[in-house]
């Protein structure tokens, strides 16, 4: 009989989670306390994560959903270039070229390889009792799960977190990101990102005919615009180089998302027993590299190539905190230093510090973001 083990959490992380768990043969029930997981505009896949898709078989599908990204420009707010990479060395440092997709159609795409019935929600998770037998899960409705194993994939707030660590205070990071999807292509060459004192915004193509972009800025945690936040953003941006203003201007208002960003206290505890934390419940990590939901998958992957290797799921779980712990948290760390670099106070300081990394060789840059983000960094468990 397949041992069963429970996902809580029905993001990216824990849909894919539950579907590579699936694949190698473990009963598998998803629990999600949100009626709707689907709000988001886009994700960038970076060959790291498109790797651990492909571990998981479901690469190609997502490839052909999405659009790609072949370079990735970086420019100061009046247009003038700080890096212009290549795309042919870009594309041939990281494996193959980045994938755009809404995360709308890639929480599609997960969910449609689980299983009928596997996810369900609005259930959250109250209690969780680990003993030698496996693992006892109350929920708000009163139900009760007894499974072989636990994994939290249920974001930085994490119930499983909490449980494993005891309270994980969160701190407002100095910024909100928005984001959203523009109704206008854009021209390959300026994929990438736009940097001007105090603010950043990333644009890269999604598809042929729409741009997915963020933006963050310094502002009080909270803050919204009176008259709304796209609003702001045209004001805030209208003098910026282009793409800037088009993008704007083609952005529907209601689709446009912000989001306080938050650091969290350090989950020094990633697995007990038969209870395991992975993505952002494990490691959340600021925008700044892409690289959240990309590692998020990483972890799907290796989490289940464990679980079906190990003798028993404890020692599976012990092995994946200690194995993923060592990659995650430097990108963690980078993620932070270049959010607290951007958004330095006052401004012109963390301009100055911005536009001073254009001293910094393209060979060291791209070799140092292969490292993160190429299909090679991206190491299954054989």
Request: glycine share 10%; hydrophobic share 45%; charged share 20%.
């Amino acid at each position: 009989m397949a041992q069963s083990i429970l996902v809580i959490g029905a993001g990216i992380t824990g849909l894919a989670t539950a579907v590579a768990l699936q694949r190698q043969g473990f009963d598998v029930c998803v629990a999600e306390a949100r009626r709707d997981v689907t709000p988001g505009a886009g994700i960038s896949l970076w060959p790291n994560a498109l790797a651990a898709l492909d571990e998981i078989g479901l690469g190609d599908q997502v490839r052909g959903a999405g659009g790609r990204v072949t370079a990735g420009a970086l420019r100061w707010r009046d247009g003038s270039w700080l890096r212009r990479p290549a795309a042919q060395r870009f594309t041939r440092a990281l494996g193959e070229p980045l994938v755009v997709i809404r995360r709308a159609l890639l929480t599609e795409i997960l969910s449609g390889a689980l299983h009928p019935g596997t996810v369900h929600y609005e259930l959250t998770a109250r209690d969780i009792v680990a003993g030698a037998s496996g693992v006892r899960v109350t929920f708000s409705d009163g139900s009760v799960r007894e499974v072989a194993g636990v994994v939290g994939a249920d974001g930085v707030e994490s119930v499983v977190a909490g449980h494993l660590n005891g309270p994980l205070p969160r701190r407002y990071a100095g910024y909100p990101a928005w984001r959203a999807v523009a109704a206008c292509p854009l021209d390959s060459e300026l994929s990438g990102e736009t940097l001007g004192p105090g603010s950043q915004v990333g644009h890269v193509p999604l598809g042929d005919e729409d741009t997915y972009w963020f933006a963050t800025e310094r502002v009080p945690q909270g803050q919204t615009a009176p008259d709304g936040e796209l609003a702001y953003l045209r004001r805030r941006f209208a003098s910026w180089a282009e793409p800037l203003p088009t993008l704007l201007a083609a952005t529907d208002a209601g689709q446009v998302l912000r989001n306080d960003l938050y650091d969290r206290a350090l989950a020094r505890c990633w697995a007990r027993g038969p209870v395991v934390i992975a993505g952002d419940a494990a490691h959340p990590m600021r925008p700044h590299l892409g690289q959240g939901g990309c590692q998020g998958l990483e972890d799907a992957a290796i989490l289940a190539g464990l679980a079906v290797r190990e003798p028993d799921l404890s020692t599976a779980f012990a092995r994946f905190a200690a194995v993923r712990r060592r990659r995650v948290m430097a990108i963690v760390r980078e993620s932070q230093l270049i959010g607290r670099v951007v958004n330095l106070r006052p401004p012109a300081l963390g301009a100055a510090a911005t536009r001073a990394t254009v001293l910094v060789p393209e060979f060291v840059l791209t070799r140092h973001l292969a490292s993160i983000a190429a299909r090679q960094a991206f190491r299954p468990v054989r």
